[in-house]
Each structure stands twice: as C-alpha cells, then as structure tokens.
C-alpha cells in the first residue's frame, strides 16, 4: 500500500527566538514613545491654555481695564478784593479742599494764617475754560471780606480760582470706586513701600519669584504659621484684576501661569500702575475703595502725591487686610504695620535712620471719616446724578470718566448742615421730644440764577439715605398763599395791597358730600381786613374767599408759571395749601418770586468735561418769565412785610441789623409739617420739618423751620433785598382808610401800585398838604 502524502499546513514565517536585551529594548522605545507623546500632549494643552490665558490677559489689560466713575467738583472759590468771604470761611475753604496747615508755607496745597491774613500756595488744575497753575499769594480778610490779594511778588492781584473740591462720584454697580493715578503721579516712597514690603525682587523675577517663594515657605515653617507670602506684585494684581477670590490649587496655578504672561507682554511700570489703581484699600458702606489715588483721598483727604512718608507708609501697610488694619477702628494695629513698613523700608535702604524715625515718630494723621465722595454731600450728589441722567446714559456716568463742575458751595452747604442738626436737637429738647425724632430738608439757591448752593436732605447731612430735599413730597400749607394774592396782584383793575377782602366763614359741600370748614389758625373770624394784612397775617378765611372769588383754576394757573410741574387737584383745600410739594419743588416756586417773576430752572451743574478734559456740554443760565414783574413786585413788598411785622416777624432777633428780606411761614393740619420759605437779594432758602411717620411735630412755621431760616441766613453773607420798583408800578401815601394821602398825614404810609390801580378817594390831609407839598416842590 502506497502511503499519500501530506499537504504541508499554512503557516506564517518561523519566529526566531530573541534574547532578553533585545526585549529590553523593544519596551525602551515604546515606554519612550509613550513619554514623548505625553510630553508633546502636555506641551500642546499647556501651549493652548497658556494662549487661552493670554487672550483673558490681554482682553482685561489692553481694553478699557477700570469704569472710571463720574467725579462731581463743587464750585471753585474765587478770590478778589470785595469778595465777601470771611477768614474763618477761607479757612473752612481751604480744610475742605485738604489744603495742609503749616506754619511756613513752602509747596503746593499749604497754608498758614496769621489773623486775618493768609498765606496760600494753590494747586495745579485743570478748569473747562483752561489750566489754571499754581501760585503762592497773599490773602488778607477784613470785616467786608477780601481787602487784599496779592501774588508771591507783593504784586495786586485781580482774580485768583483755587481748584473747586471732589465732592462726589458716581460709580458703577459694583460699586467700585477708584481716581485713576499714572506711574508718574507714584511717589517714590510708595514705590519703595511696596517693594520693600511685599515684592523686594520685582525689578529681577519674571512674574513669578521661586526665591521668594522658598523664603517664604521657610519663615513659615520656622514660625509654625503663616507669616510671609510669596506672591509677587504682578500675582497679586492677576488675583484681584483678572481671577475670582476663589481659594484653589487651579486658580493658584492660573494666578503663576498669567503673572508670567503679563510680566512678559507689559513692563514693570505698567505692572506697578495697574497695581496702584487696582488693589483693594477698604470699605465706606457699599463702597468699595480701590487703588491709591483714591485710598489717600479717603484716609487723608488730599491727593496721592501730596501725602509724607509716614501716610504712604499706612497706604502700603494696608496692602496685607484693609478692614484688619482699619486705621479708624483698629488704630494701633494699624500704626504697628505702618511702622513695619517704615522699618523694611530702613533696613532695606529706602530711606535714611533719620527719616524713618521721624516717620515712626509722626501719628497716623487719618481724617475722622471718609469724607471722600459722595458721603461729603450723598444728598446734593442725588441730584446731580438725577440731572445728568436727562443727556447721559448710566453706563457713561459710571464708566467713562467725565468730570463734573457743580454749583455746590462748600460753605453754605457746611452752615446748611450743621445748622439744621444743632436746630433740631435744640428743638427737641425744649419741646421735650424724643431725640431723633424730628427730620428736616433745606436747600439754598442763587436768588437769581437758580443755580443750587447747598441740599440737606436730612438731619445727619453725611448719611446716603432718603432724600427728603427731593422725595419728601409734603403738603406745602401756607407756602402756597403767595400764588393766591399773585394771581388777585396780577389784576389790577380789581385789586391791589390796600383792596378790602372778605375773612368770613366758608362751609363748603364737596364731591361725595363731605363738608369743608376751613378756620383762621387762632379761631377768630374778622370780617374784612386789608389784603396786605391778610397775607401778612397769613389769614385762612381770607385767602379761602379771595381764591374762590379769583377761581381754582386761575390760582393752579400762577402754580404752574411759578414753576410746578405736578399735577395740582382742583380743590378748594388747595388755597390753604392741600397741594404736596418736595422742598426742592418749592424753592422753584419761590425763586421766580425772589428773581422778580423770571424762573430759572433750578440746576446743580455748570460744565461736563470727558476723560481728556474736552467739553462736553455746558449748563447755561435760561430765564423765562413767569409773572407780570410789576405783580411779583406788590407781592415781594407783601413778603417783607410778613417777615417784619407778619408771621415771621421773629426773623428780627436773628438776622444782623439792616438785613431786609421777604419770606413766608407753612403750616400743615395737625402740626405734621413745618416750612419756611425766603429769600434775599442774593439767595432763597427753603426749610422743612416734620416727622417721617407723618405724625405730628407739634410746631408751627414761625415755632419750627423758622429758626433754622433764620441761624443759616445769619451765618452766611446775604446781600440786603433792595425792591426797585419795575416800569409801571408808582408809590404813593394811603391812610389807613385806604385812602390817597400825603406824606405827613396820620397813619399815612407809602405803597407801591400798578399804574392806574391807586384809590382815586382822596383824604381831607391830602388836599390840604398837596398844594403845601406842591410848592414847597418848586423850591426844593
């Protein structure tokens, strides 16, 4: 039997047998393949996130890096001779502008006073209508005000503007606040603060200090806490500009990675400068303070780069916790840490033995409180931000930087304020009241310009709450007879001061059947008075008949031309004032009486310039007339006589002899509210009293805002209210029957009429002295 044959099986090549080196370095090349592709995986998402981290970086710091909040000036104070400033409100001036009491002036923003003779030396500043540069001058005061103005030369000088003072911000929603500083506005020693402090190598790292960082670790360890850290500048600013306060190893790596991109895109005075502006330096309320141009306003109330030594160090100091080292509420913390800096500053060669112990030596020097920005005047920077708000966008005032030139006068607003607080606690204690338990709301304005000199919008000037200057909408009371004797004046074929009216009782059926009867405030009812009288008097039933024989809507009528806007009911109750007015609602009315009939719309802002000091828009004066000028006249003669002989006849005990001026007392049903509105030829004022839960204060006008009129009206420089007659308007003498007569005549006095208005009866007196007067006319 033949055997077949096997068909060989498929079979891959032989393998050979391979040693164990060669095995061995089979698994080098792949272990190195895998390292080497994890490398370049490492190097591709670190390359990708460091260019991702790069453009986070660049987005904040090549854009607009901060919102530059709107800073609001007050008005500057101009000095020449015949300026009516006092030596202690020149000295208040140059406190609130934080000028520096020295006793030899020897820089910018110092001065020193011996009597009544100053020696200043001014700030740079840039003015909307040009630089204004500084100078030292010589100012003398007398009992008139300025008697002398002189430069540094001994030469006359005719006008000097010292810079108008910040009184204000208006800041973003995060409420950050900053004033913007350049690296060249740094102080050195603020510089060398920093370094010395908390980055000593800043000018040799790259963002990132490995030295620094081991030497903090080891003084950690050695001290068994935390007692240094190792961030450097440049991560401190990438943590508080860039990142969130997120405590994380992810962020801390961020935080390195970012330092080093920005310390390689930026140079070291850049790095510095964004620092500056950005670091975090304490709390005022809601508002958070940043950077160190605004830190020495609010620790020091004076610009950065006027601060010692020992004020920069504080700033530095406060670097390492704001709130721990608070220098107001933790002082000696806080002059610790100062001295630490002035100590790291002598050892590291900054500054000299000398110095430094000087420096040691001085006290913190903070001011009271931070009376930077809008704490110094919230209610009076409300308005301003109210007003702005009619051509601005929000985001524009909160971010772009505009600079705004208001008409805030520092010295009536301080009178404005300190008064109406003592007034109010005065008041309180002799009438037995809970303390606190009165408000009140003043506002001074130019008399003829409209333009607002001081706001209070309560009894602690400085609090930013409720406004009641604009928000406290009350009714008016008696503030509103001027309008209803307008409206009569404005007529003059029917009346004048000397027309009899009727004071008799009014019993009214109104909508819904309730009955109004009205009252005089003393419950007399006195038939027929003079009108002059009536409104003097302030008399409710004659000013009640007067209107409705005049018709409601003639009265709401002169309302609306003297300047308010809101809507008036057309009810009777509206004559004795049932119509609910802000103060500052009020002060328009009574301005376009003070300036004659001719309303000036109240405003708070003169000029707007932008971040580059370019106009942006100006504010000017507009007058439009609001009353026939010869009416307004009667009514103003009526007014001084209210203020002489009428309600607020007790002015006279509080103004200085020979100030004449006109005004009107408010009352309101139950003693809710108390008012008092006047003016000079200068300036009107409008004072409110009253309670925030509405009940009653228990004070009339004369018992309450009368006072306070009176001590802020004394303590301010008025000019006498001079009555001119206007074009139209005649004199002439009247008896007591109303009657024409003679100078010389009985109970004969002399009121001023709208031309062809004078009472055609004569008296006997008359006749007999006007042909005597008439040739003693020839001779004379």
């Known amino acids: 039997m033949v055997a077949k044959k096997r068909r060989p099986t498929k079979r891959g090549k032989p393998r050979r047998k391979t040693s164990g080196r060669a095995k061995s370095r089979t698994g080098s090349r792949g272990w190195l393949k895998g390292l080497v592709a994890l490398l370049v995986l490492a190097v591709l998402v670190v390359g990708g996130y460091s260019v991702y981290l790069g453009k986070t970086v660049r987005?904040?710091?090549?854009?607009?890096?901060?919102?530059?909040?709107?800073?609001?000036?007050?008005?500057?104070?101009?000095?020449?001779?015949?300026?009516?400033?006092?030596?202690?409100?020149?000295?208040?001036?140059?406190?609130?502008?934080?000028?520096?009491?020295?006793?030899k002036v020897f820089g910018p923003a110092q001065w020193s006073r011996k009597g009544r003779r100053f020696i200043i030396h001014t700030r740079n500043f840039a003015f909307w209508d040009g630089e204004e540069t500084a100078r030292k001058l010589s100012v003398e005061t007398g009992g008139s005000g300025v008697v002398g103005l002189r430069d540094k030369a001994g030469r006359s000088l005719d006008l000097v503007r010292l810079e108008p003072a910040l009184v204000g911000s208006i800041y973003p929603a995060h409420n950050e606040d900053r004033v913007l500083v350049a690296r060249s506005d740094l102080p050195d020693h603020l510089i060398n603060g920093l370094l010395a402090v908390e980055d000593r190598r800043f000018y040799e790292h790259s963002g990132v200090d490995?030295?620094?960082?081991?030497?903090?670790?080891?003084?950690?360890?050695?001290?068994?806490?935390?007692?240094?850290?190792?961030?450097?500048?440049?991560?401190?600013?990438?943590?508080?500009?860039?990142?969130?306060?997120?405590?994380?190893?992810?962020?801390?790596?961020?935080?390195?990675?970012?330092?080093?991109?920005?310390?390689?895109?930026?140079?070291?005075?850049?790095?510095?400068?964004?620092?500056?502006?950005?670091?975090?330096?304490?709390?005022?309320?809601?508002?958070?303070?940043?950077?160190?141009?605004?830190?020495?306003?609010?620790?020091?109330?004076?610009?950065?780069?006027?601060?010692?030594?020992?004020?920069?160090?504080?700033?530095?100091?406060?670097?390492?916790?704001?709130?721990?080292?608070?220098?107001?509420?933790?002082?000696?913390?806080?002059?610790?840490?100062?001295?630490?800096?002035?100590?790291q500053m002598q050892a590291q060669g900054f500054v000299g033995a000398a110095e430094a112990g000087k420096a040691r030596q001085a006290k913190l020097g903070v001011t009271t409180r931070g009376v930077v920005h809008a704490h110094r005047v919230p209610a009076f920077v409300d308005l301003v931000r109210r007003q702005l708000r009619r051509d601005y966008r929000e985001e524009d005032l909160t971010s772009e930087g505009l600079r705004i030139f208001s008409t805030l006068d520092p010295w009536v607003q301080r009178q404005a304020s300190d008064t109406a607080k003592r007034r109010l606690a005065s008041i309180e204690r002799s009438r037995k009241l809970a303390s606190g338990s009165l408000q009140t709301a003043l506002v001074v304005a130019s008399a003829q310009n409209g333009e607002i000199q001081a706001l209070v919008g309560g009894r602690n000037a400085g609090f930013a709450g409720f406004n009641r200057a604009l928000d406290a909408v009350r009714p008016i009371g008696s503030l509103v007879k001027p309008a209803v004797y307008l409206t009569a004046l404005s007529r003059p074929?029917?009346?004048?001061?000397?027309?009899?009216?009727?004071?008799?009782?009014?019993?009214?059926?109104?909508?819904?059947?309730?009955?109004?009867?009205?009252?005089?405030?003393?419950?007399?009812?006195?038939?027929?008075?003079?009108?002059?009288?009536?409104?003097?008097?302030?008399?409710?039933?004659?000013?009640?008949?007067?209107?409705?024989?005049?018709?409601?809507?003639?009265?709401?009528?002169?309302?609306?031309?003297?300047?308010?806007?809101?809507?008036?009911?057309?009810?009777?109750?509206?004559?004795?004032?049932a119509v609910s007015l802000s103060p500052l609602e009020v002060t328009q009315v009574y301005q376009s009486l003070a300036s004659g009939g001719f309303r000036s719309p109240l405003r708070a802002i003169r000029n707007v310039l932008d971040a580059q000091q370019q106009p942006l828009q100006r504010y000017p004066l507009t007058v439009e007339q609001a009353a026939d000028p010869a009416a307004v006249f009667l009514l103003n003669r009526n007014l001084v006589e209210v203020a002489e002989s009428g309600t607020a006849a007790a002015l006279g005990r509080q103004l200085p002899a020979g100030l004449q001026v006109a005004g009107k007392t408010g009352t309101t049903n139950?003693?809710?509210?108390?008012?008092?509105?006047?003016?000079?030829?200068?300036?009107?004022?409008?004072?409110?009293?009253?309670?925030?839960?509405?009940?009653?204060?228990?004070?009339?006008g004369a018992r309450g805002a009368l006072p306070v009129w009176g001590d802020l009206m004394s303590r301010i420089d008025n000019?006498?209210?001079?009555?001119?007659?206007?074009?139209?308007?005649?004199?002439?003498?009247?008896?007591?029957?109303?009657?024409?007569?003679?100078?010389?005549?009985?109970?004969?006095?002399?009121?001023?009429?709208?031309?062809?208005?004078?009472?055609?009866?004569?008296?006997?007196?008359?006749?007999?002295?006007?042909?005597?007067?008439?040739?003693?006319?020839?001779?004379?």
């Open 670 to 700: 139950d003693l809710r509210d108390s008012w008092f509105a006047g003016f000079s030829a200068d300036r009107v004022a409008v004072v409110w009293i009253g309670r925030d839960d509405n009940a009653s204060t228990g004070l009339t």
């Open 210 to 343: 490995l030295r620094g960082i081991a030497r903090a670790l080891w003084a950690n360890l050695r001290a068994g806490k935390a007692v240094q850290g190792g961030s450097t500048l440049t991560q401190q600013l990438v943590k508080n500009f860039v990142l969130t306060p997120e405590r994380s190893l992810r962020r801390k790596v961020n935080e390195a990675l970012m330092a080093l991109i920005v310390d390689a895109r930026y140079d070291k005075d850049e790095i510095l400068e964004a620092y500056a502006n950005e670091i975090f330096l304490g709390q005022d309320g809601d508002r958070a303070i940043h950077g160190f141009g605004l830190g020495a306003h609010f620790y020091f109330n004076r610009p950065l780069k006027e601060l010692r030594l020992h004020e920069t160090a504080l700033l530095v100091g406060l670097v390492k916790g704001a709130s721990y080292y608070n220098p107001r509420r933790h002082p000696k913390r806080a002059l610790k840490r100062r001295n630490l800096v002035i100590d």
């Open 719 to 780: 000019a006498s209210l001079q009555l001119v007659p206007p074009p139209g308007v005649e004199y002439h003498w009247v008896d007591p029957e109303g009657r024409l007569a003679a100078e010389g005549c009985a109970g004969a006095v002399a009121f001023p009429y709208i031309s062809g208005s004078e009472p055609t009866e004569r008296s006997d007196c008359a006749e007999t002295r006007g042909l005597g007067g008439f040739l003693r006319g020839l001779f004379d």
């Open 59 to 103: 987005v904040k710091f090549d854009g607009k890096r901060w919102a530059v909040p709107a800073q609001i000036y007050a008005r500057p104070l101009e000095l020449y001779v015949g300026a009516g400033v006092s030596a202690d409100q020149l000295e208040t001036e140059l406190e609130f502008l934080g000028y520096r009491h020295v006793g």
């Open 493 to 577: 074929e029917r009346y004048n001061l000397g027309t009899w009216i009727e004071d008799r009782e009014v019993d009214l059926t109104l909508e819904g059947g309730q009955r109004w009867q009205p009252r005089n405030y003393d419950r007399q009812v006195y038939g027929e008075v003079v009108l002059h009288e009536a409104l003097a008097r302030s008399l409710n039933l004659a000013t009640v008949n007067l209107g409705l024989e005049l018709g409601l809507p003639r009265v709401i009528g002169t309302l609306r031309s003297l300047g308010v806007q809101r809507t008036v009911p057309a009810y009777p109750s509206v004559l004795l004032g």
